[in-house]
């Protein structure tokens, strides 16, 4: 038996501010984004507005445990339980289950930069490095660290105590994460589920990764489909979580459905020319057709070649409006097909459009797809 | 279970469990930890209580509190990372557990892959590499100047989270979207569930899944020591983990990885493939009491089981064996045993129950995978293995751990159990081969 899969809340938080309503005007407008071009440079980052802590995150002592990605990723999935109405509901907190989408924790920079530095001259390295390890890491960084973490204070902050997953791998993470969400409750294996994932762009450790790869783009900020000149990434501090419910679920308790979740779908192409334009064009025509005036928010990356194919994949559907979540707020990695499938969410509940579709081709790996309609 | 024999199954309706879902067979098993690589090694040193465990040679260990592990350390001759030697072991246990099944052809395994990998950063050999390409200070400006020199591009992929499983998945032709997933120590049982639940959903009629982790080295081990989880009882190294004993003092990281080939049961009947047994049932609660600790209630672990239980349509009368998380951490085997007590009753004073992490350690994001695959072994050869280093018990645990020597018994149905940081609790019932049972 197939379950219809709606949404019934919606957490984001980003360079945009917080809520449905910043984000939505975002979409609507198509406003300037915020952009750091100088903290980091040469590599612009998109910073997240700051955050009342306190209205998600009550304890002190919960938020200290924590690095930013995770206090971002427990607010915004707090925003979501709040905005489902499900904050206060001890039963349904008990039976929600959570897939977040994460990478890894921050680095400690400094201590990392005097040890590269200490052990070049160390007689015994080996030893040099433990003797520091051992003294400049704190206890509790590693728990900071863990990807599956962020789950992990979300059930401790927001009382939740049914089961957590992490998925992790970069953009298809977050792809798998809502993939696999609709596609448990579609069959029946969950009523209600929390989905989503939190990115950090503030960070060296993560700015290093990608340029390793040549990923990054240098200079200022220029639109996501329109970086010929210097392509690759600008991140963005953001994170989404959307609660997830059977349609069935939902009427019972009278909430309020945003947004109807039709279907998610996901592939691997092997990356070459053309290849991620194949993909998408395969998982478009999964989705079926598209009506006019429907919107298509993309989680293209800004990398070279294949958010050209992205475009062309789109550009088969020329009754779309197109627009790229990395134009309003960064690309957020793990949390970038989330962060766009809230967006399309968020228009949908705003009366901006009646069908979107989502789409996303990782820098790296993985390709996938999904379609919303309004409720 | 289906009253229709094997072997004459009913095209149209097919197999289904007490639910009314397909029916979730297995197989194809492989396994590497410190013990061996392949099965036949693993139950041969397994069911004679030796211990894989020993002191760390793969970097120096002077300073550090804790100075032994199950490292595995024949398959490379020079230096690796984590995510390498981690893809290796997914590898060969992959290789091992495919090649049993049959399923398939070479490069073309007709079904989704979902991997549980360790969390990955760039190390440390790696980054000293590029200070090394800089004058003065090292600080992430400096690593930044040198990465963009793109002279060091293959460290991008192999520090992705996603690269394990995108190898993997070009090695076997898996199909669709990898999944990587941790659930901390408990991710080698939730990779088994997620692939259970793919093919009860009919969305793919075989899963591989695998467990896999290779990240023992200094940083990671520091790290678990600072938060004191670690048995420091270096010497000898191989009596260090001793799971339900009084004078338990931490658990010993280890290393491996186990992979499982599932498969709904009629496809498998269909090719005529061996049935090594069935996932019956899967079990998973969150705990939201503390980010290392239990709920001191047990609560979490004992709706596990009992949710496993349920899902197998099963009863606790119906185990006769339990595969124990027993990390030999004072409060992991205490609360695991008061949970135990909780859903089995009085049974659990003479219900077997054994950790296979006093031989082979802790082996972390794989434990799950590696521990089910030990499992439908034991079921297999009707024998338990031990909890060896069972010298002192801890008299507040009355427990069967099946003291330090192997023991022959029919085992039909095994309760699995896998607890981790961060409040994850899986139980998975595996059961015998149904025209076994």
């Known amino acids: ?375 | 279970m289906s009253e229709t024999t094997p072997s004459n199954p009913t095209p149209a309706a097919g197999h289904r469990d007490s639910r009314g879902r397909p029916i979730v067979a297995v197989t194809g098993l492989g396994i590497v930890t410190s013990l061996g690589q392949g099965k036949d090694a693993n139950w041969e040193a397994l069911t004679a209580g030796r211990s894989g465990i020993h002191a760390i040679e793969r970097f120096p260990t002077q300073g550090l509190r804790t100075t032994i592990g199950g490292t595995v350390d024949f398959l490379f001759d020079g230096p690796f990372s984590a995510p390498q030697l981690s893809e290796k072991l997914a590898m060969l246990a992959a290789e091992e557990a495919v090649g049993q099944s049959g399923i398939g052809r070479a490069g073309d395994f007709p079904g989704e892959l979902f991997m549980a990998v360790p969390p990955v950063e760039m190390e440390w050999p790696q980054k000293q590499e590029l200070a090394a390409t800089l004058e003065g200070d090292v600080d992430y400006r400096g690593l930044l100047s040198a990465a963009a020199s793109q002279r060091f591009k293959a460290m991008h992929e192999m520090f992705l989270f996603g690269t394990v499983a995108d190898h993997v998945a070009d090695a076997f032709g898996t199909k669709g979207s990898p999944i990587s997933l941790s659930t901390a120590c408990s991710s080698g049982a939730t990779a088994i569930q997620m692939g259970v639940e793919a093919i009860r959903r009919g969305d793919t009629p075989a899963a591989l899944c695998i467990g896999t982790d290779g990240s023992i080295h200094a940083e990671a081990l520091i790290r678990f020591s600072l938060l004191s989880a670690l048995s420091t009882q270096n010497d000898p190294p191989e009596a260090a983990a001793k799971p339900f004993s009084k004078n338990r003092d931490g658990f010993v990281m280890g290393e491996g990885a186990g992979a499982l080939v599932l498969e709904d049961y009629d496809h498998a009947l269909a090719r005529g493939a061996t049935i090594l047994g069935i996932v019956a049932g899967c079990g998973e609660r969150g705990d939201g009491f503390h980010r290392t600790r239990s709920s001191p209630d047990g609560k979490p672990a004992i709706l596990a089981m009992q949710d496993a239980l349920a899902d197998a349509g099963l009863s606790p009368d119906d185990v006769d064996y339990i595969n124990a998380h027993g990390t030999s951490t004072p409060e992991n085997d205490k609360m695991e045993a008061m949970s135990c007590a909780a859903v089995f009753g009085e049974r659990m004073a003479r219900l077997p129950m054994s950790s296979n992490k006093s031989m082979i350690g802790h082996t972390l994001t794989a434990a799950g995978a590696v521990e089910a695959v030990i499992s439908f072994l034991t079921i297999a050869h009707g024998r338990i293995p031990p909890t060896i280093n069972y010298v002192t018990p801890d008299p507040a645990i009355a427990l069967d751990v099946v003291p330090n020597v192997a023991r022959d018994a029919r085992v039909r149905t095994v309760l699995s159990n896998s607890f981790g940081f961060g409040g994850q609790n899986t139980s998975l019932v595996l059961t015998a081969e149904p025209s076994r049972s």
């Open chain 1, 1 to 375: 038996m197939k379950h219809d899969v709606v949404i019934t809340g919606i957490g984001l938080a980003s360079s945009l501010g917080e809520g449905i309503e910043a984000h939505a005007d975002a979409l609507a407008t198509a406003r300037t984004p915020v952009v750091d071009a100088t903290s980091f440079a040469p590599y612009p980052v998109h910073p997240l507005k700051v955050l009342e802590l306190d209205r998600q995150i009550p304890k002190k002592s919960d938020q200290r445990q924590m690095e930013p990605w995770q206090r971002l990723g427990v607010y915004a999935a707090g925003l979501a339980l709040d905005g489902a109405g499900l904050k206060d509901d001890a039963e349904a907190k008990a039976a929600l289950q959570v897939i977040v989408a994460a990478g890894g924790g921050e680095r400690d920079h400094a201590v990392d930069g005097a040890i590269l530095t200490g052990l070049r001259g160390a007689d015994e390295p080996g030893a040099f490095l433990n003797e520091r390890l051992m003294g400049d890491l704190r206890p509790t960084l590693f728990l900071a660290q863990l990807s599956n973490l962020l789950a992990g204070n979300i059930g401790i902050v927001h009382g939740i105590t049914g089961a957590s997953r992490t998925f992790m791998g970069e953009e298809q993470a977050g792809v798998d994460a809502v993939r696999t969400a609709h596609a448990r409750i579609a069959a029946g294996q969950a009523e209600v589920m929390l989905v989503g994932g939190s990115y950090n762009a503030e960070r060296q450790d993560m700015l290093l990764l990608f340029e390793l790869g040549g990923y990054l783009r240098q200079g200022d900020f220029a639109p996501v489909f329109e970086r010929e000149s210097a392509p690759g990434l600008i991140t963005g501090s953001a994170s989404a979580f959307l609660v997830l419910e059977s349609a069935e679920r939902a009427a019972a308790r009278g909430a309020t459905v945003l947004a109807r979740l039709d279907a998610v779908v996901a592939t691997r192409s092997k990356r070459q020319p053309g290849a991620v334009e194949a993909a998408l064009r395969g998982l478009l025509a999964d989705l079926g057709p598209v009506a006019p005036g429907a919107l298509a928010v993309s989680a293209a990356t800004g990398v070279a070649g294949v958010t050209a194919e992205e475009a062309a994949a789109l550009a088969t559907l020329p009754q779309v409006r197109r627009v790229a979540a990395g134009d309003l707020l960064g690309h957020a990695v793990e949390a970038a097909f989330p962060v766009s499938v809230a967006l399309a969410a968020a228009a949908l509940s705003k009366g901006q459009a009646r069908e979107a579709i989502v789409t996303g081709a990782g820098h790296w790996r993985g390709e996938g797809a999904a379609r919303l309609v309004a409720p």
